[in-house]
């Protein structure tokens, strides 16, 4: 698996740290972890193990309590084969700056420096919310990460730490591999704690369940009709398959986007969900509530040329098959 930090090495049975263990992503990556005989030490908040029930069939072994980490690390020191930093505020409505500075950003600093000083490979979680509303394309060249304007404080924490690690790496101070993703819009198994936050995916299976119906936010832009507002969805097996790349390859260093590299409407992204659950389409346009339509992307597309020259081949699961498979397993419970 590369490098890992204080003589840690694949044969040597270190472990990954895997902080939001409990989380959407980070929990199908311990899931992955499991599949692929690969040691963990996860990181959450210890509540959030046992009342997600999603996680029912997760055998998380050793949990670390994510407010007690860095006291942890810096007791321990332990040998680690890597750091995959899912953990932190995911809400794009959070309005409080402190709050997404201290999770987002202060905790990813902190992480960054122990595996800088400790040698450990570092693999961290960004977000195509540092693009805005688009206007400056969605390349992931890391000369134009400080021109970027996100639309919302979350994105803003992103972008924060992301032009911070750029300036520590060009400092000298900087993990022996490292690979941040912009996330694009996520999709799968896993989500429901997020409620609000969850994919339009289980928002509409559960409309559709409880309703036989499917609401779609109206457009408000002149140009774009209701229903064509665009996002690359990504489904989380994916997002997995690209984690372990980055730490098996190793990366040896950069930001990356991770999407499809191509933009689905939400119509599309409802029809996969109606043709899923073999049920008529009956799509409801509402309008997007006034105090999130100056902070709407109305188009996201990730351009993938520069993982793809990094050496990752996979193809990724089109939108209709990656719904159907998430809506499958919803419905086994």
């Not at 929990?27 to 193990?49: N, Q």
């Amino acid at each position: 698996m590369g490098p890992a930090g204080r003589g840690g090495s694949a044969s040597s049975g270190a472990p990954l740290l895997v902080t939001g263990a409990a989380g959407f992503i980070g929990a199908r990556f311990v899931e992955s972890c499991l599949a692929r005989g690969i040691p963990f030490v996860a990181v959450d908040a210890p509540g959030h193990f046992a009342e997600r029930k999603e996680h029912r069939e997760i055998a998380f072994g050793r949990v670390v309590d994510r407010e007690a980490l860095p006291g942890w690390l810096e007791a321990e020191r332990p040998a680690l084969r890597g750091i995959v930093h899912l953990g932190a505020c995911t809400d794009t409505t959070q309005m409080d700056v402190a709050l997404l500075e201290r999770l987002n950003v202060a905790y990813s600093r902190a992480l960054w420096r122990f595996a800088s000083r400790e040698g450990v490979p570092f693999v961290y979680a960004s977000s195509a919310a540092t693009y805005g509303d688009g206007s400056l394309g969605y390349d992931d060249d890391e000369s134009k990460i400080s021109l970027l304007r996100p639309l919302n404080p979350y994105g803003e924490s992103k972008q924060r730490f992301d032009v911070w690690a750029l300036d520590e790496e060009a400092q000298g101070v900087r993990p022996p591999a490292w690979a941040g993703f912009k996330f694009f819009n996520v999709y799968g198994f896993g989500e429901r704690h997020k409620a609000g936050m969850s994919s339009v995916v289980l928002q509409g299976f559960d409309q559709i369940q409880r309703c036989g119906e499917m609401r779609l936010f109206r457009s408000h832009r002149p140009g774009v009709a209701d229903g064509h507002q665009t996002r690359d969805f990504v489904s989380v097996a994916d997002v997995i398959d690209v984690l372990h790349f980055a730490l098996d390859a190793p990366l040896c260093r950069g930001i990356f986007n991770l999407g499809t590299g191509q933009g689905r409407t939400f119509l599309d992204l409802a029809r996969a969900t109606f043709s899923a659950l073999g049920a008529e389409e009956r799509i409801v346009f509402v309008d997007t509530p006034p105090g999130l339509r100056e902070r709407y992307q109305y188009f996201t597309e990730a351009r993938m040329e520069k993982l793809r020259a990094a050496g990752y081949r996979h193809p990724f699961t089109p939108l209709e098959q990656g719904v159907r498979e998430y809506v499958q397993r919803l419905l086994r419970g």
